[in-house]
């Protein structure tokens, strides 16, 4: 069961927009309006962000933006502020293995 | 207030067994989905298993299956992971999480803070 492939890491400035990329397969990403991503501040619980490849949970900052093109899924983050240094995890469903989450990304505020 | 309050980790030897259990409040237990997630040290969050809301249906991620058994007792508005023939690289910090949905996959919406399990000899 391969991972969901994401950067590593992202840098950017406050203000600035930063777009991360979660990348998968026509089984997994490619196949079904399932993607989610997930906010993880070390020590904390994972944070739900973006469900259904672009939907927010209420109390989520419309900073937060997701989208899909073919089996790539991103996030972007607008208006990068200092709080949202953290790691951020895509998921997808996929069929019989309803989640598969993505490598990880950590995102440095500069 | 949704509340998940994961428990039962601890060190145990290589080929031993531990439950860890996840005490759910604030919602209706049985009409969500619940996972298991997991975080080794210094790596990414691994989904483990999800059960429906019913019981009826388990789902396991290949590291796991035949090894562990996810099971709910919604008497309890409890949530399990049984554990057995443990490896080394089953240490990690283990999550309860919830389904934002009956459906299975829709999504994790809440997540305990928890649990550790150690594998050592």
């Known amino acids: 069961q391969s991972a969901l492939t994401q950067p590593a890491s992202v840098s950017g400035s406050p203000g600035q927009s930063i777009t991360i990329s979660c990348t998968g397969t026509?089984?997994?990403?490619?196949?079904?309006?399932?993607v989610s991503w997930y906010q993880h501040h070390p020590g904390k619980a994972p944070k739900l962000i973006i469900y259904?490849?672009?939907r927010r949970p209420s109390g989520v900052s419309n900073r937060f933006s997701g989208s899909k093109s073919g089996n790539t899924a991103s996030l972007t983050i607008s208006g990068l502020q200092a709080e949202d240094e953290a790691d951020y995890y895509c998921?997808?469903?996929?069929?019989?293995?309803?989640?598969?989450f993505g490598t990880g990304t950590k995102v440095t505020v500069l | 207030e949704v509340q998940l309050l994961e428990s039962g980790g601890g060190l145990v030897q290589p080929g031993g067994s531990l439950r860890l259990s996840c005490a759910a409040s604030?919602?209706?237990?049985?009409?969500?989905?619940m996972s298991w997630v997991r975080q080794a040290p210094g790596k990414g969050l691994e989904w483990v298993s999800v059960?429906?809301?019913?019981?009826?249906?388990?789902y396991y991620a290949d590291s796991v299956k035949g090894r562990f058994t996810i099971s709910r007792d919604s008497s309890k508005n409890t949530l399990y992971l049984q554990m057995n023939s443990l490896r080394a690289e089953d240490t990690a910090l283990y999550y309860c999480?919830?389904?934002?949905?009956?459906?299975?996959?829709?999504?994790?919406?809440?997540w305990g803070q928890g649990t550790l399990v150690t594998v050592s000899s």
């Open positions: 999480a919830k389904d934002r949905s009956f459906v299975v996959g829709a999504a994790l919406d809440y």
């Open positions: 604030g919602f209706t237990f049985s009409s969500y989905a």
């Open positions: 059960i429906s809301r019913s019981g009826d249906s388990t």
């Open positions: 026509s089984t997994d990403v490619g196949n079904y309006n399932l």
């Open positions: 259904e490849g672009y």
């Open positions: 998921c997808s469903y996929a069929g019989s293995r309803p989640y598969v």
